[in-house]
């Protein structure tokens, strides 16, 4: 009883079987996109176009009347407070949900506009 011998697989065959399994780019659908991109590129500036590189500087807010958002609306109740103002008293006189309220006010004593007190007291910097 001979066994067969069963032919080797070279490891081109095996690279290849896998880019193709797996739907890996090869070198040439890469330069494919390359000069469809750069086709594309030559057609919008012939149309007369603007290409912006940079995004457009955000406008702020605040200047807007009657705009507030939630930061400033934490803000303005611990700004109207003569002392310190409690969580809880943030929390009746905002509206936000706990979750909101702790994020807004974390990221306000990051920015150094508000500072803690004692332990669930804030005052403004």
């Known amino acids: 009883m ?44 012939s149309k007369g176009a603007v290409v912006q590189d940079t995004p457009r500087p955000v406008k702020k807010r605040a200047g807007i009347r009657g705009a507030m ?17 409690t969580f809880t008293d943030l929390q009746a006189k905002t509206g936000f949900e706990d979750k909101k309220l702790r994020n807004i006010i974390f990221r306000l004593s990051k920015l150094g506009k508000i500072k803690r007190k004692s332990r669930g007291e804030y005052i403004l910097a």
């Open 2 to 45: 001979a066994g067969k011998k069963t032919k080797s697989v070279s490891f081109d065959a095996m690279v290849k079987f896998f880019m193709n399994s797996y739907n890996i780019p090869t070198k040439k659908d890469i330069d494919k996109l390359i000069i469809r991109l750069d086709r594309l590129e030559k057609l919008i500036k």
């Open 69 to 85: 958002t939630a930061s400033d609306t934490v803000m303005d109740a611990i700004k109207r407070s003569k002392k310190s103002v």
